[in-house]
């Protein structure tokens, strides 16, 4: 092969070397483009997720928040301590000289007032602590209309975590639940309503605990927003501490502790620990193999702690992606970048072949000049002379060529005169009267003169070439000295 390659010639080898470093220099940067194509959009959803996160966790606080404080304000309105105070009191309320009837109507009318201006919140509650946490009094929100319980529709919460929680509050306290599905009378409700919950402690003035302000908030818009599509490819998730999804792309996997089966991100994300985020940062990126999809998963995850006084409870915000997205989206601009590195490629092949050729061209003339010259021809066309190192190898052929000439010259005028000389001395062997043999060092006979031929009956072809032995027999004795003395 490499002597395939040396024929092709030098203009050729020249041009398929640079056509080598063009394609390895281009495919060189065709890789780091693609590499950083890549890690751009990469940085690009990954900054895409983060911001997402940050602004619906911020969102999801500020809702949380709203609900620790408008629970407050509901706790401190004056039906409340009123009613507590008919209740000690047989039904009336000596501060205020109203029955608990007219006390209960207040708050009905407080808390019907409440869910009309505020939509998110789907039921309100007062509930005591005797009777096993018996509500005294329910307003729910429910298909467009305001509806308050009475007699058997009144429910016992004492069972209840946020109720069994909130006795354990001080004054002045407010718990906040975990989320899960709304039950109604220990059944979940249909169609499912994702709820939080607020409930400040009540106590009566000597400071004994007298029941609790309940606020049930439908914090299903909110995962919605999680939810809604903040770029293609990239999906929202909410877990709680336990990492239960309550939001997940596939709805049938949300909320699996209140249906029978749970669905948690342990499970589905196992090689990445979500747990150990840390308290100051609260915000993790991370990689790693996806269960199902058996997919590289880029996620980004980050806490939202609804508790200000027990960071230990939280909901965890996951936004994540899989590897083929970005894979996907730069297919479209590496076959771009390939079309356009070959048509270039093929550009900047075409200019160097016209350029090498241009270039070339006057050493082609001059080997074959050479050539020529080589063949004794002196008819030669020179390239039209230049400035560059082309120029004076054309100067320096010329300067050769005139001393070959020149040469020629001389030697011709030499062999005109060898020739003369050679007819003469000729001449003289022949017109010699005597015999004259020329042998060479080694006793070769190569030359007589026609006097020898005669003396020794030879014809020249069977002299020639012979020692000059031959020539001294017995029977020419008598010739020797006289033969010895013209032997040259």
């Known amino acids: 092969m490499i002597d395939s390659i040396r024929n092709l010639g030098l203009r050729n080898r020249v041009f398929l070397t640079i056509l ?51 629970t407050r304000f509901l706790s401190q309105t004056p039906p409340v301590q009123a009613i507590a105070r008919a209740i000690k009191n047989n039904g009336f309320d000596q501060l205020e ?14 808390f019907k007032a409440f869910l009309q201006a505020n939509p998110f919140y789907f039921q309100l509650r007062y509930i ?3 009777d096993n946490g018996k509500e005294l009094i329910r307003v729910d929100y429910k298909n467009d209309q305001i509806i308050t319980a009475t007699g058997e529709q009144l429910q016992s919460k004492g069972d209840e975590k946020y109720f069994i929680e909130t006795l354990k509050m001080s004054e002045g306290e407010i718990y906040i639940s975990d989320v899960t599905l709304n039950r109604e009378f220990g059944v979940v409700q249909l169609p499912h309503v994702r709820t939080i919950r607020a409930s400040v402690p009540v106590f009566t003035p000597d400071g004994e605990l007298f029941g609790m302000v309940v606020a049930n908030m439908d914090i299903g818009p909110v995962f919605d927003l999680v939810m809604s599509q903040i770029r293609p490819g990239i999906k929202g998730y909410v877990s709680n501490q336990e990492g239960d999804f309550l939001v997940h792309p596939y709805p049938e996997k949300t909320f699996g502790f209140d249906l029978g089966k749970r669905y948690r991100w342990q499970d589905e994300m196992p090689s990445t620990d979500l747990h150990n985020l840390s308290q100051k940062k609260d915000k993790l990126v991370s990689t790693h193999s996806h269960l199902e999809q ?44 390939l079309l356009g590195f070959f048509v270039l490629t093929f550009l900047l092949g075409i200019i160097m072949y016209v350029m090498l050729k241009k270039i070339f061209s006057p050493l082609t003339q001059l080997t074959n000049g ?29 300067y050769m060529l005139k001393g070959i000439t020149s040469q020629e010259q001389k030697v011709a005028t030499l062999y005109e005169e060898l020739k003369r000389s050679e007819v003469y001395a000729n001449h003289i062997i022949e017109s010699t009267p005597q015999g004259i043999i020329v042998a060479d060092t080694n006793g070769q006979i190569v030359r007589v003169n026609k006097i020898v031929l005669l003396m020794f009956g030879y014809d020249e072809d069977e002299i020639l070439g012979q020692s000059v032995e031959l020539l001294m027999p017995e029977k020419n004795s008598s010739q020797i000295i006289e033969l010895t003395m013209s032997i040259i």
Do not use: C
């Open 97 to 110: 000289g109203n029955s608990r009837s007219i006390w209960e109507q207040r708050l009905k009318d407080i």
């Open 370 to 398: 050479a050539s020529a010259i080589a063949e004794g021809r002196h008819d030669i066309e020179f390239p039209k002379g230049t400035s560059d190192e082309v120029g004076y190898l054309v100067s320096a052929f010329q």
């Open 294 to 337: 058996e997919d590289l998963l880029h996620a980004v995850a980050g806490k939202v702690y609804f508790d200000k006084d027990r960071p230990d409870r939280y909901m965890l915000l996951i936004y994540s992606f899989p590897e083929s997205l970005i894979e996907n989206e730069t297919v479209a601009f590496r076959n771009l970048m």
């Open 20 to 70: 080598g470093i063009i394609l390895l220099v281009g495919s060189l940067l065709y890789f780091k483009v693609q590499y950083d194509q890549r890690q751009a959009l990469h940085n690009s959803y990954l900054s895409i997720a983060q911001n997402a996160l940050d602004n619906r966790s911020q969102h999801l606080i500020i809702r949380i928040e709203n609900l620790r404080n408008q």
């Open 128 to 130: 005591g602590v005797a």
